[in-house]
């Protein structure tokens, strides 16, 4: 049964998918690395988006009342922005309602970010009432369709569960347990026969958990950190780089974020250069990656 982190090879790009309400100047920063940073904003049900460098906060650009429904919206996956014409994004992603339905949320902004024509909410299945929402998607080239996706949630008794669109809807391949104190699960790699994981846990360790695409569900877990990594309750990751990614954590209790530059995994040797605290207030919640169309994710 059905239960239940925009980055580019430069921050020009980022520039266009997110709107060019932010400026080139802002986004650029000192760094070639950029993370289009969304949030759902509950004081207008609307989204919030900028770019973040490892030297510069973007400018905020809000998108009011894209959520004006009776539910209560959470849990997003990364959403695609795509460039149109007219200086226009059209935002793709799935989100959670209420009490869990799923739903794929389409919407289009403006240069100035505001929306453009009215949002497209399409349900998918209900049941999903677990923690967190990533979907993982893996296409061989820029033109290439894609080969497959997958989504992943934990979900209120702690099991970690996959599935698997088989063209026809969604299939559960798996559930696993022993994962229930990881506090979140950052999406660093995609390939045709695994996905790969940063998540942190309770104790502070941080992991790296690959997922084989065959099933059954088998996690291979691996510690990369063992202690400093608790007090993050969301990790959102880019990638940097050829194959490294660039991680940011929030802290919900201080409303603070820090960001790191993460070489390629390799377990405890996996090289991690911490880029210091960003100089924004992070107030609102479910925070989520923009995403180009083509997203390869090389980081493990």
């Known amino acids: 049964m059905m239960r239940k982190v925009i980055s580019v090879a430069g921050a020009a790009g980022l520039v266009l998918t997110l709107g060019t309400a932010i400026q080139p100047a802002q986004a650029a920063g000192a760094a070639a690395c950029a993370l289009g940073l969304g949030s759902m904003d509950r004081s207008n049900n609307g989204v919030n988006s900028r770019v973040l460098t490892a030297s510069s906060v973007g400018t ?4 009011p009342a ?14 695609t922005a795509v460039p149109g014409g007219n200086g226009q994004t059209r935002r793709s992603g799935k989100v959670l309602w209420g009490s ?53 949630q934990q979900d209120q008794y ?20 022993g994962m229930s104190t990881m ?31 065959s099933v059954p569900l088998k996690p291979i877990i691996i510690a990369v950190r ?54 924004m207030t992070f107030d609102d919640y479910d925070y989520f990656r923009f995403t180009p169309a083509y997203d390869p994710l090389n980081g493990g």
């Open 60 to 63: 905020v650009v809000s998108t």
């Open 66 to 79: 894209v959520y004006d429904t009776p539910y209560a919206v959470n849990n997003p996956t990364s959403f």
């Open 100 to 152: 869990g339905y799923l739903m794929q949320s389409t919407y289009t902004v403006g240069p100035d970010g505001k929306l453009v024509g009215t949002p497209v909410f399409q349900r998918i299945g209900n049941g999903w009432g677990g923690r967190f929402l990533i979907q993982s998607q893996y296409k061989a080239s820029a033109t290439s369709k894609p080969t497959r996706t997958m989504l992943y």
């Open 158 to 177: 702690g099991l970690f569960g996959r599935w698997t669109d088989v063209g026809k809807g969604l299939r559960n391949t798996g559930y696993v347990g």
């Open 183 to 213: 506090k979140s699960f950052a999406l660093i790699a995609t390939t045709p026969t695994y996905d790969m994981f940063l998540a942190n846990n309770r104790a502070g360790a941080l992991y790296t958990v690959k997922i084989p695409t």
């Open 226 to 279: 063992t202690s400093t990594w608790q007090g993050f309750e969301q990790l959102v990751a880019t990638p940097c780089g050829k194959n490294g990614t660039m991680l940011l954590g929030i802290d919900a209790d201080t409303h603070t974020g820090h960001l790191y530059a993460v070489g390629h995994a390799a377990g405890a040797a996996t090289v991690i250069k911490g880029l210091g605290k960003v100089a």
